[in-house]
């Protein structure tokens, strides 16, 4: 068993983490651990993560109200006490906003699935909650749709919030959703993003179930390509003002074949094999010059 001062410690190595990787800059994010049933230790307000000390630490009970420190308890606390009301197996949770997750989370851009093993395994589909205020009740709220299932949300126009058993484990979905958000960027900037098929994908899920990790997408019983098409969270896109704009998910026809490129629809090949916005170019140029030949004539 850690000692309270250890897990204090340890909250500091992970604020020093947080920094260094620039997931929270100057006084950005907050950390959080349950130390017990009515009290949570809780990074203060107004102090940078990467330079915290043990003493800094404050705590509060489980309605937010300060039990000790002499620093003032972070504003966000409520957050991180919604999603441990919900979720008795939460120890700890991690806020701040990595910068390529957030780039998502600005975007209002669905975070694709099917595309790297480690992602399907340790992620699964990641949830975008709708905008709110930061700091208040409401706020807090909005991520109580989604806590049951996954380990880590996007919070529209603001950041990520991540959680788990440990403090290691909680930090760990942060680090690796803003990984995989950096490697679809850079992909997407390289023209292509290639999808695993659904048979690959189940593949992975038998894995994820064998080593002990819950996928809802197993749970929902989802059929054919909707493991693959953000299907989980979709009803509550409306809401968040969430759309497919730069990833979109291989199509249910193509999900049987070899891994699916991702292509934008304005670009989509025509019959010919021709882009349709080439084709109409093309045919609008070719217009144009017979019409002027025909003038001269």
Same mark, same amino acid.
């Given at each position: 068993?850690?000692?309270?001062?250890?897990?204090?410690?340890?909250?500091?190595?992970?604020?020093?983490?947080?920094?260094?990787?620039?997931?929270?800059?100057?006084?950005?994010?907050?950390?959080?651990?349950?130390? !017990?049933?009515?009290?949570?230790?809780?990074?203060?307000?107004?102090?940078?993560? &990467?330079?915290? #000390?043990?003493?800094?630490? =404050?705590?509060?009970?489980?309605?937010? %109200?300060?039990?000790?420190?002499?620093?003032?308890?972070?504003?966000?606390?409520?957050?991180?006490? $919604?999603?441990?009301?919900?979720?008795?197996?939460? %120890?700890? =949770?991690?806020?701040? +906003?990595?910068? +390529?997750?957030?780039?998502?989370?600005?975007?209002?851009?669905?975070?694709?699935?099917?595309?790297?093993?480690?992602?399907?395994?340790?992620? &699964?589909?990641?949830?975008? @909650?709708?905008?709110?205020?930061?700091?208040?009740? %409401?706020? $807090?709220?909005?991520?109580?749709?989604? =806590?049951?299932? !996954?380990?880590?949300?996007?919070?529209?126009?603001?950041?990520?919030?991540?959680?788990?058993?440990?403090?290691?484990? @909680?930090?760990?979905?942060?680090?690796?959703?803003?990984?995989?958000?950096?490697?679809?960027?850079? @992909?997407?900037?390289? &023209?292509?993003?290639?999808?695993? !098929?659904?048979?690959?994908?189940?593949?992975?899920?038998?894995?994820?179930? #064998?080593?002990?990790? %819950?996928?809802?997408?197993?749970? $929902?019983?989802?059929?054919?390509?909707?493991? =693959?098409?953000?299907?989980?969270?979709? *009803?509550?896109?409306?809401? *968040?003002?969430?759309?497919?704009? @730069?990833?979109?998910?291989?199509? #249910? *026809?193509?999900?049987?074949?070899?891994?699916?490129?991702?292509?934008?629809?304005?670009?989509?090949?025509? !019959?010919?094999? $021709?882009?349709?916005?080439?084709?109409?170019?093309?045919?609008?140029?070719?217009?144009?010059?017979?019409?002027?030949?025909?003038?001269?004539?």
């Amino acid at each position: 068993m850690q000692s309270v001062y250890q897990i204090k410690q340890e909250m500091c190595e992970i604020g020093r983490r947080l920094y260094n990787r620039g997931f929270a800059a100057a006084n950005d994010g907050n950390i959080t651990y349950r130390i !017990s049933d009515n009290e949570v230790l809780c990074t203060p307000t107004l102090i940078c993560k &990467g330079f915290m #000390k043990p003493d800094d630490i =404050c705590s509060v009970d489980m309605e937010g %109200k300060q039990l000790s420190g002499k620093r003032k308890r972070t504003s966000e606390v409520l957050l991180h006490l $919604a999603i441990m009301k919900e979720r008795p197996d939460v %120890k700890s =949770c991690v806020h701040c +906003h990595p910068p +390529h997750a957030t780039a998502f989370a600005i975007a209002r851009e669905p975070i694709p699935q099917c595309v790297l093993p480690e992602v399907e395994v340790f992620l &699964g589909e990641v949830p975008l @909650a709708k905008y709110e205020t930061p700091g208040g009740q %409401k706020f $807090a709220d909005t991520v109580l749709p989604y =806590c049951r299932k !996954s380990n880590v949300i996007i919070l529209t126009n603001h950041g990520t919030v991540s959680f788990g058993e440990s403090l290691e484990r @909680a930090y760990w979905w942060t680090e690796i959703l803003d990984a995989y958000c950096r490697m679809l960027i850079l @992909a997407r900037d390289l &023209g292509r993003v290639s999808y695993l !098929s659904e048979g690959q994908t189940r593949e992975l899920l038998d894995l994820k179930a #064998k080593w002990g990790f %819950k996928d809802s997408r197993n749970e $929902a019983e989802m059929k054919d390509c909707d493991i =693959c098409a953000n299907d989980l969270f979709r *009803s509550s896109w409306a809401d *968040s003002g969430v759309q497919e704009r @730069a990833f979109v998910p291989p199509s #249910k *026809s193509a999900s049987a074949g070899a891994a699916n490129a991702v292509k934008p629809a304005s670009l989509a090949p025509s !019959s010919n094999g $021709a882009p349709h916005d080439q084709e109409a170019l093309v045919q609008m140029i070719t217009d144009r010059v017979m019409a002027a030949l025909a003038a001269r004539s």
